[in-house]
Structures are given as C-alpha cells and as structure tokens.
T-cell receptor
Framework: AQRVTQPEKLLSVFKGAPVELKCNYSYSGSPELFWYVQYSRQRLQLLLR??SRESIKGFTADLNKGETSFHLKKPFAQEEDSAMYYC???????????FGAGTTVTVRA | ETGVTQTPRHLVMGMTNKKSLKCEQH?????MYWYKQSAKKPLELMFV???????ENNSVPSRFSPECPNSSHLFLHLHTLQPEDSALYLC?????????????FGSGTRLTVV
C-alpha cells in the first residue's frame, strides 16, 4: 500500500521568511515523488518532481529515502506562494498517483 | 483548447437525476483518471483508464459509472447520487505507465447533490 502524509494542514509565514512543507511517505517499492500546487481559483498543477532535481519558482525538494520524506522548501517566501500544496507519490511503472491531504500556505506581508 | 477540459464547471442535481461529466484532453496522453476532491479529505482516486481500458476501480459505488470511448475522452455517468457525493470531480491525464512526468489536471466539475 502507498500512503502520503502531510502533517501540517495550515502553514503561515511572513514574506521573506523560509518555508518548509513536510511530506512523509510509505511505499514498499521505488517511489516517484511529486509536489502539486493549487493557487486560488486555478487548477491543480505540477510544481516539481524528484527525478528532475529541479528548482521551480525557488522551491526545491529532496527525496530522503532513509527518512521516507520529500519536504518542500523555499528560502524566501513570496506572497504569490500562497496556495494549497499537495505531495504525491506513484510507483515506478505505476501510473496511480496517491495524494496527501494538502497544506494550505499563507504568506503574509 | 490544449490541456484537459472538463464540462460542465458546475452542476446541481437532484438525487433522482441522471447526469454526465465530460473530460477531454488533447495532449496525446493515453491514460485518464477521475479523482474526487471533498472538503477536508485527500484527493481520492476513483477510476483509471489506460489505452481506453479500465485498469483500476477503487471500490467506487455503482452509482458512478465511467466511460472511455477513446483516448481523448472520458465520461463519468451519475445516477441516484447522495448528498455526500457533493464534491469537486477532477479529471487528469498522463502519458502512460512509468509516470515520471506528473499528471495534467482539468479545472474540475463542482457537483452539488440536493
């Protein structure tokens, strides 16, 4: 079974402060991890995926297999980062994507 | 329009009605999905179609009936729904197995059952 846990439902930070969204997963095989974001009144969209090791909009996420975590980080939060963030997991060669419950981020001026 | 398009955007239906949700993608993807997004609950996978064949049904009640006539279109037929079925229904597509590129989501259909 695969499971994704996002322990924080709400996260509030000041503009310019660092932000970290926690994600832990449970999966017996080789996982593919993703972060999705949903801005207000917009569709859910892919933010980044672990295999590409990319930085999108200043966000990075490192897969830690020892801790089974895939936390999302940004050193300096911006107001436009306010959104709902979902961590998601699929198995390699498995197109089923399981989502965490999501974390609502509010960046205050 | 490129991407994943869902219609209608909003739907209000009575418990005895029959309605259908439509999803269309023009991305050349060969897998399509229905997800349910309820308040305060994680996104729930309902159905998975790959190359127009249903490959997964996560124990969804029979009052939800999917149809995938071709790789570009996906429907969700609804009948005798319950008020607890009110939710945002999201359609998504992907390139196929070995999902390394993520899903493309539609904007969803906001369903209210009265």
């Amino acid at each position: 079974a695969q499971r994704v846990t996002q322990p924080e439902k709400l996260l509030s930070v000041f503009k310019g402060a660092p932000v970290e969204l926690k994600c832990n997963y449970s999966y017996s095989g080789s996982p593919e991890l993703f972060w999705y974001v949903q801005y207000s009144r917009q569709r859910l969209q892919l933010l980044l995926r672990h295999i590409s090791r990319e930085s999108i909009k200043g966000f990075t996420a490192d897969l830690n297999k020892g801790e089974t975590s895939f936390h999302l980080k940004k050193p300096f939060a911006q107001e436009e980062d306010s959104a709902m963030y979902y961590c998601a997991l699929s198995g390699r060669n498995d197109y089923k994507l399981s989502f965490g419950a999501g974390t609502t981020v509010t960046v205050r001026a | 329009e490129t991407g994943v398009t869902q219609t209608p955007r909003h739907l209000v239906m009575g418990m005895t009605n029959k309605k259908s949700l439509k999803c269309e993608q023009h991305l050349g993807h060969n897998a399509m999905y229905w997800y349910k997004q309820s308040a305060k609950k994680p996104l729930e996978l309902m159905f998975v179609y790959s190359l127009e064949e249903r490959v997964e049904n996560n124990s969804v009640p029979s009052r939800f009936s999917p149809e995938c006539p071709n790789s570009s279109h996906l429907f969700l037929h609804l009948h005798t729904l319950q008020p607890e079925d009110s939710a945002l229904y999201l359609c998504a597509s992907s390139q196929g197995t070995g999902e390394a590129y993520g899903y493309t989501f539609g904007s969803g259909t906001r369903l209210t059952v009265v």
